[in-house]
């Protein structure tokens, strides 16, 4: 490079260790920063890299023209050979044949403060040439010079190149993960939170943030949501007003943007530009991706940083609205679920609205117990399920008020392998059906339809099995009057080991019952408002 | 104060609109008339209707490309004159001998720093950086 400067060309620094072996001194030539010695520390240096040295180049050599001889003999025994770099802009100053032999040395020596004898001494190893060895050392140093320049360009394309590519490959990381997230739809906020914060990690911005408006369409947990990854310079609520209302402005024009510090208020808060696309949901814009205070040598966006942000803010719509139509079905799956288990339930008013209070129960008691939230949730559809076999039981033996025969018990007991006979064909019930199938087994192993005991029943069954014991005792049914809350409670203390998982009672009768209790009163008013209905009719 | 080169156009041909927002964004910063186009074909219809004093081309665009768009021009006496930047990814290299067929005077790698565009383009429009904010 023509203007590297003269501190740092690590290709003349070897150049120059290489000229020291052959006796020659440097100086380098730089337009504006004027003739220096490229190092001090070549042998004659104190006389051959000195000042005197200095002024007596610049008289004799025409350095600012273009068509300086190749060799200018500047005595009879000192050459500065002027390298062909492509620049012109290295001296080398090598001895000729005679140098310190004649009176010319001696002379110029002196002249220059130096005491002849003590100069040759130190230079007594630096070789001496003739003209023609110095016109082929001419020719064979200025390669050398070039291919070192050349091989130190490559070295910068390499390193450029270098950090182009594990850019990239932070770049194809980042979107690989993206793709590969985008199939867990059970936590979209977690994502989208986590891709903010791979984003501002990979681009060295200080912050990512993602606002979304209010949609019907959206699912609760990004509904009208802020999220920041990093630090801000003002009040993270300062800047959630801000970036709300710039989401209303989205509504009119919905166009990627950079917003520049003093031309926009999110700019001036953030202060720093700031790169924003819109996330769309259907043509509508339901959210803005927005990053800004860049670290780093170049605080702008760059091409590639608007191109990821561009990137992450359609991929979040799209996830948006996978999350949006899984949270649609999910809940319209659950919505089958409780309108065929309350169909079920109402046939008989004394178990109207049995299945969901189960179900409620189920997942109170699961919670209670520490298990996960997608376990809750299978607990959950298994309490709504439970008793779906009942379809397949005779009405007269369900609705009998008088004690059963064991005939008519037996098909009682079909009820949980019918159920489960029904579900296990579909695909999505798979992880519900020990619950349906183990709810009336019993810990002592007295129960049906397999008599399992211990823990040889699944979690599920163990569960429904206090739950649905629980709401039977706790209702009127054809057969019997509703007991009190106290008693209930004592009998299932009493059932632990027999009829109960011990570790299950414990915590059972520690719940808190008063939303269940609402649960009571509501189904109750509807299975007499239903009664009054069809005396009436 | 930001200076205003006088009216000074500059067209931006890239089919990626995260381009066209960047470069755009930072040319008007800088104080130049924009203009845009998203494809080689609107690109050429721009060019000669606009007369950009500079444009800055994708390489690879739908319809027409930035190379065939930036050979037309110089084909065509009445807009030989208009240079242009090409942005182009590692490994499309142009030969010189086809560069000689256009007036791109300067390649550039994406992804790039606007940065250094700008640098370059204050460079071919023999403006001096330093005393644009003056």
């Known amino acids: 490079m023509a203007d590297a400067s003269p501190q740092h060309d690590p290709a003349l620094s070897r150049f120059n260790q290489r000229c020291h072996t052959l006796g020659a001194t440097l100086w380098r030539y730089h337009r504006s920063h004027g003739l ?107 390669w050398s010079l070039r291919d070192l320049r050349q091989l130190d360009e490559q070295n910068t394309t390499v390193d450029d190149l270098t950090d182009q590519l594990s850019h990239s490959y932070e770049n194809i990381t980042l979107l690989y993960r993206m793709g590969r997230t985008m199939s867990n739809l059970q936590s979209p ?61 989205l509504q009119e024009d919905s166009w990627s943007k950079l917003l520049q510090v003093g031309e926009h208020e999110l700019a001036d808060l953030a202060g720093s530009e700031v790169i924003l696309d819109p996330i769309h949901h259907d ?35 799209t996830f948006h609205e996978n999350a949006a139509r899984f949270h649609e079905q999910r809940n319209m799956f659950i919505g089958t679920l409780e309108a065929v288990s309350a169909a079920l339930d109402a046939k008989d008013r004394y178990t109207r609205g049995h299945s969901e209070r189960v179900a409620y129960l189920a997942t109170l008691l699961a919670e209670a117990i520490g298990l996960d939230e997608q376990e809750i949730e299978r607990l959950r559809i298994s309490g709504l399920v439970h008793d779906v076999g009942k379809i397949g039981v005779p009405e007269a033996v369900l609705g009998k008020t008088g004690r059963l025969t064991d005939k008519e018990f037996e098909k009682i007991k079909k009820h949980p392998r019918i159920g489960y006979n029904i579900l296990k064909g579909i695909p ?33 069954g163990r569960i429904l099995a206090v739950c649905d014991t629980f709401d039977a005792m706790s209702s009127t049914r054809s057969y019997r009057q509703a007991m009190g809350r106290e008693e209930v409670l004592e009998e299932i203390l009493r059932c632990a080991g027999s009829q109960f998982d011990p570790a299950l009672t414990g915590p ?30 | 104060m930001k200076a205003h080169p006088g009216p000074i156009t500059l067209l931006i041909a890239d089919d990626e609109p995260h381009i066209r927002l960047l470069v755009g964004a930072k040319l008007r910063a800088a104080g130049f008339n924009v203009v845009v186009a998203s494809n080689g074909q609107e690109a050429l219809e721009q060019a000669r209707t606009s007369r950009p004093a500079l444009i800055v081309t994708d390489f690879q665009m739908p319809l027409l490309s930035g190379f065939e768009m930036c050979q037309r021009l110089y084909e065509d006496p009445d807009t ?36 250094d565009l700008l640098m370059h383009v204050y460079d071919m429009l023999g403006m001096n950086p330093e005393a644009k904010s003056a």
């Open chain 2, 80 to 115: 030989s004159e208009i240079r242009a930047i090409m942005l182009t990814a590692r490994g499309h290299k142009l030969r010189p001998s086809e560069l000689a067929k256009t007036n791109i005077q300067l390649l550039m790698d994406k992804p790039f720093s606007p940065r």
């Open chain 1, 428 to 460: 999505k019930m798979q992880d519900v059906l020990d619950g349906v199938l183990y709810h009336h087994e019993r810990w002592d192993g007295r129960g049906y339809p397999d008599k399992l005991a211990g823990e040889a029943i699944p979690l599920y």
């Open chain 1, 283 to 317: 043509g509508r814009v339901v959210g803005v991706v927005m990053a800004g205070g860049k670290t780093g040598d170049d605080a702008e966006a760059t091409s590639n940083d608007t191109q990821l942000v561009d990137a992450i803010a359609s991929f979040l719509g």
């Open chain 1, 508 to 537: 059972f009768v520690g719940l808190d019952f008063s939303f269940y209790d609402e649960m009571v009163t509501r189904h109750q008013q509807s299975a007499n408002e239903q009664g009054q209905a069809s005396q009436a009719a």
């Open chain 1, 36 to 142: 220096a010695p490229v190092t001090h520390d070549a042998p004659g240096a104190q006389w051959l890299a000195g000042d005197a040295m200095r002024v007596r180049l610049e008289k004799q050599l025409d350095l600012a023209s273009a068509n300086l001889e190749p060799i200018e003999e500047l005595d009879t025994d000192l050459f500065a050979v002027i390298l062909d770099d492509g620049q012109h802009s290295v001296i080398a100053l090598m001895l000729g044949e005679s140098a310190g032999q004649g009176a010319g040395f001696n002379e110029d020596a002196s002249a220059a403060g130096f005491h002849p004898a003590s100069v040759l001494q130190e230079m007594g190893q630096v070789s001496r040439y003739s003209v023609d060895q110095l016109r082929s050392l001419r020719k064979t140093m200025s």
């Open chain 1, 189 to 249: 906020g977690i994502i989208t939170q986590s891709i903010c914060s791979q984003l501002r990690d990979t681009q060295d911005f200080g912050w990512v943030a993602a606002q979304f408006r209010h949609d019907e369409e959206s699912v609760p947990e990004l509904d009208g949501q802020h999220m920041l990854v990093g630090e801000m310079p003002c009040s993270p609520e300062a800047f959630r007003r801000a970036s709300e209302s710039l989401l209303e402005q």
